[in-house]
């Protein structure tokens, strides 16, 4: 069975940088694009960021773009997050999700697509 792990949340100051990790198991990584949701409380489930089995393509939220960067690392079945110039309505559990079979990334892919998923990290920014 598929497992997805997150780390790398934190409490940050306004400003602060942080590095979100995903680790899969149970799957053949490169065979999924793979994508970043996060949800504060009270709010829905929002796509973050999306990327392609490739790492080659890359969308992003609007409330997120030109601050938060996609990567991944097939050779060691890991995603990243990086997010810099955190703001306080940055504050949410962080979640990780794999999507097989889906090719390029035009925008971002849409929670539907994503079959599994991982327990989150909270990442807090304080003002």
């Known amino acids: 069975q598929a497992q997805v792990v997150e780390s790398g949340g934190g409490l940050v100051q306004a400003g602060g940088s942080l590095r979100l990790s995903c680790t899969t198991h149970g799957l053949r990584f490169d065979d999924y694009a793979m994508g970043w949701f996060r949800q504060a409380p009270g709010k829905e489930r929002e796509e973050v960021s999306c990327?392609?089995?490739?790492?080659?393509?890359?969308a992003y939220a609007d409330s997120v773009k030109g601050r938060f960067t996609i990567s991944r690392d097939n050779a060691v079945n890991t995603l990243y997050l990086e997010m810099n110039s955190l703001k306080p309505e940055d504050t949410a559990m962080y979640y990780c999700a794999a999507a097989y079979g889906l090719g390029a990334v035009e925008g971002l892919c849409g929670e539907a697509a994503f079959g599994a998923w991982g327990q989150g990290t909270q990442v807090t920014v304080s003002s």
């Open positions: 990327i392609s089995w490739s790492g080659e393509s890359t």
